[in-house]
């Protein structure tokens, strides 16, 4: 698959997920094991103090981390978990989530991402992450039915 | 504050995060270092298989991790980080995330979470969260403005 | 296998660990899903303010959730992941890891784990962390030998 | 402080933590916000499998990302909390933990490391952490003695 088709193909998973349309989440870049994430700084998307809510900041982290794990991967896949440090108030027009796969095996691919505000004043980095995607089904209890 | 005053105060603070309301979020309990937020799974708070999206289940960790330290504290906070661990695909009606304050300083809480999803066959675990709630302008570097 | 020979098979797993050995570890407690481990803290296990090496209360959170996985799980494990948040010095005569499996799959466990420290003033919550034990070999990326 | 004198700084700074003599760590290079830290794989530093314990990977996580935040801050620190994922069994003659401040701020700094195994057949990453440097008595609950 040439590039533009990966990214379409992309764009049509991100499409077909409703709370992905619901923030409106854009696909800007997408090749193996690397993506590109974003969405615009619309008022429903903030907190109290008009910074992007922590829920929308982290709503890119776990969905950059799954693109760049899922096609580092290839297979289907789930978010097994990851981890998040704010480092800064999400304040500008946008928000940009860099991810990409720093280990990848056969089960599962651990990635890190980063998530800048984009304003006037250029990209300030606001929360970093850390996590892991699993092969669906295997190796994934999020994939289970297995009851506690 | 008697618990039915702090409820309310809890309620007002999620009614002015504009990111909340467009999630449907509703705290169904609170007091000092406790707290139950909890979301209708409409469709569009799921992704593509029909389950919660992860950055649904993400915002209540986030959130209900933040109402648990902030009450703790009864300072201004932010959420600092946290990590997530998904266990089950969350399937139902209805999310609860349930969250406490595990140790309190004068500078932090670290708190952790456990979120459900309610259905006809009653509530299953469906993640686990842990994280840091930080004094606001404090030990916090989200709310610093220095830059990297 | 009842509870004394649970234990004792615990023990001489843990006596296999040649570092477990050179920290001194011992096992208090040990069911399915549930561990107790500790050590004395000598002046090795310690750094420049006297208090334990954050090493030290690292070692007891992923030795002691992998013994919560394991026999949670009864299949052979690797620890996949965990976090820590420290909470306070780590000061006395001994230090306790209590963990216990949150959540159980076909897959992995999901444990948590708090360490004490104990000493003349009762014991002390010291840390707090929670992390992934995976079966081994099947969806453990820590077991498989393919390359980055 | 030339480059030279500031890695000697940090060399007498780990030469005073007993557990690090324990394990045997050596610090290879120090710069601010940067460090690579060491050990030799003896056998003393082993699991049952004849790999690294999870324990020592972890410490060398632990250590070195302090030393990243510690030189990046310049001040008095405390570690706050971390997250590691293992990828691959650390199997080889030594291990070679490299950190970087990945974000300062006045209060903390939020730092990446990854740990390799050296052996013949070169390096390979086995594990990755990202973690929470705080200043000490600032923000900083590891440093509070106020009780839970």
Chains 1, 2, 3, 4 share one sequence.
Do not use: W
């Not at 989440?25 to 974003?38: H, I, Q």
């Not at 108030?89 to 280990?103: N, S, Y």
């Not at 095996?105 to 006037?120: H, K, N, T």
């Amino acid at each position: 698959m040439d590039a533009v088709a990966f990214l379409a193909m992309g764009r049509e998973v991100l499409a077909r997920q409703p709370f992905s349309r619901h923030v409106g989440a854009e696909l800007l870049a997408l090749e193996p094991g690397r993506c590109e994430l974003s969405v615009a700084l619309t008022d429903e998307l903030k907190q109290q103090d008009g910074f992007a809510h922590g829920g929308v900041v982290s709503y890119l982290a776990d969905n950059a981390l799954t693109f760049a794990g899922g096609t580092a991967m290839q297979v289907p896949v789930v978010t097994s978990e990851y981890k998040i440090n704010y480092v800064r108030p999400a304040i500008g027009e946008r928000l940009v989530a860099r991810a990409h796969a720093a280990h990848v095996s056969r089960s599962q691919a651990v990635c890190q991402c980063e998530i800048y505000a984009l304003s006037g004043e250029g990209e300030k980095l606001c929360a970093i992450a850390q996590g892991t995607i699993a092969r669906k089904g295997d190796g994934s209890a999020a994939a289970d039915q297995s009851s506690p």
